[in-house]
Nanobody, 123 residues
Framework: QVQLVESGGGLVQAGDSLRLSCAGSGRTFSSYAMGWFRQAPGKGREFVATINVGGSRTLYAASVKGRVTISRDNARNMVYLQMDSLQPEDTAVYYC????????????????WGQGTQVTVSS
């Protein structure tokens, strides 16, 4: 069992940066690939990025590639999402999730989910 809690969201202006954090609990946290998804109002949950167990491999959605960096610290049971050059279309609730296999890009392939953190980007 893995429990995930996101933090770091907020209201920022276009062009700003934000770092989201995801704290995991449970002895098996470091056994899971981790991912970030987002869900804008009225839209489905969209894949953003994923990272493998050891942190050596990553995969990004085309819409964020070059602006977003996913990382993890297994010693602290933490996963991060650094977001730069934020735009209004990045406004969404951001979720972190755990999957058994890397890479996975669809919602159904993730086993555990956090509650989400709101990111709002004003123009």
């Amino acid at each position: 069992q893995v429990q995930l809690v996101e933090s770091g969201g907020g209201l920022v202006q276009a062009g700003d940066s934000l770092r989201l954090s995801c704290a995991g609990s449970g002895r098996t946290f470091s056994s899971y690939a981790m991912g970030w998804f987002r869900q804008a109002p009225g839209k489905g949950r969209e894949f953003v990025a994923t990272i493998n167990v050891g942190g050596s491999r990553t995969l990004y959605a085309a819409s964020v590639k070059g602006r977003v960096t996913i990382s993890r610290d297994n010693a602290r049971n933490m996963v991060y999402l650094q977001m730069d050059s934020l735009q209004p279309e990045d406004t969404a609730v951001y979720y972190c999730a755990a999957a058994l296999i890397f890479p996975r890009v669809t919602r159904d392939e993730y086993t555990y989910w956090g509650q989400g953190t709101q990111v709002t980007v004003s123009s």
